[in-house]
């Protein structure tokens, strides 16, 4: 089972010295990869429903909490480590220009000597959507078309064209190339049946957010049932999943008993397994609201936890 960790980038722990802090404790400590939460603009009364109804974190949707960049952030990132992988988890890919967004990833990739996962979203908060100007209704397609757009500027050795319903250009070449040959992966979050159609069509990887191991598997199948259909092995589609993990020592948390992974040294490794054992390689961690906390919590699961496992 491979471990990512959710950087600080959310509220007051959102500053240059704890990010660095976690992200080289990370890529010190051998975790698989750093990830990065995004929103874009935040409004005064919120009226839209949370996409994730089991989290208890809804206030950090609401304006005054601050959001850092995730773009900036995987930037600083790469500059400071040598082989953790940076993804962003997830990106509202309808809020951006895909030629924009496939430059700056490229250009990430290429720093980064290809350590850049590309987390894809479809976005939920309708007053965001508002404010950037995209119809709510048109984020599938808007997310689908993103990808290929990416991905056609990504592959192409020379100039190219694309002809969709919201992006048209004729040979045109990407100023910014990446260091992997077709570009980052991209993985796809969400966990409805839209979601795990679109991961089985375009994703490298599925984003699965707070589903418990006995929730995986159903949705495992439908995925391989899905990627079949779209002529794709289900076998090349990476599994992972996003949980909070709380120690068995004080920290600050901020999720109920029933979101967390807790306890033991034994019960966190026995819960972590029993993702491995449905088919689940990555788990992304949230741990605590306090830098010095998360970096606690990742030293005691590489010296008590992993071990075990």
Same mark, same amino acid.
């Given at each position: ?33 750093? *990830? ?24 950090? =949707?609401? *304006? ?23 993804? $962003? ?21 290429? @720093? ?15 007053? #965001? ?43 045109? *070449? ?12 991209? =993985? ?7 979601? @795990? ?12 957010? #707070?589903? =418990? ?19 794709? +092995? ?18 600050? +948390? ?9 306890? $033991? ?9 029993? =993702? ?22 990742? #030293?005691?699961? !590489?010296?008590? !936890?992993?071990?075990?496992?």
């Amino acid at each position: 089972m491979k471990l990512g960790i959710a950087l600080p980038t959310v509220g007051p722990p959102g500053r240059r010295r704890y990010v660095l802090e976690v992200a080289t404790a990370a890529d010190r400590m051998g975790f698989d990869s750093v *990830w990065v939460s995004s929103h874009v603009a935040l409004p005064r009364q919120r009226e839209s429903t949370c996409l994730y109804p089991r989290a208890k974190t809804a206030d950090a =949707y609401n *304006w005054g909490v601050a959001w850092l960049e995730p773009i900036a952030v995987m930037g600083l990132v790469a500059g400071v480590t040598e082989r953790v992988r940076i993804g $962003t988890h997830v990106l509202a890919l309808p809020y951006r220009n895909p030629v924009i967004l496939a430059s700056e990833l490229a250009s990430l990739d290429q @720093l980064s000597l290809g350590r850049i996962v590309l987390g894809a979203g479809i976005g939920w908060m309708d007053e #965001e959507f508002r404010t950037v100007g995209v119809p709510r209704k048109q984020r599938g397609a808007r997310t689908d078309e993103s990808i290929e757009v990416m991905r056609t500027l990504w592959a192409a050795r020379r100039p190219t064209s694309f002809h969709g319903r919201f992006t048209d250009f004729d040979d045109m *070449w990407l100023a910014s190339r990446p260091h992997s040959e077709q570009g980052p992966p991209v =993985y796809v979050g969400g966990n409805t049946e839209a979601a @795990l159609r679109r991961v089985a069509r375009l994703g490298e990887g599925w984003l699965a957010h #707070e589903l =418990y191991p006995e929730e995986i598997p159903p949705a495992r199948d439908t995925l391989a049932r899905f990627a079949e259909e779209a002529g794709r +092995d289900p076998a090349g589609i990476e599994l992972t999943v996003r949980r909070a993990l709380v120690p068995p020592f004080e920290v600050m +948390d901020f999720m109920s008993d029933r979101l967390s992974i807790r306890g $033991t040294a034994e019960e966190v490794a026995e819960q972590l397994d029993a =993702y491995r054992r449905v088919g689940v390689s990555l788990t992304v961690l949230d741990l605590s609201m306090r830098p010095a906390e998360i970096v606690e919590t990742m #030293e005691w699961l !590489v010296k008590d !936890v992993l071990p075990l496992m």
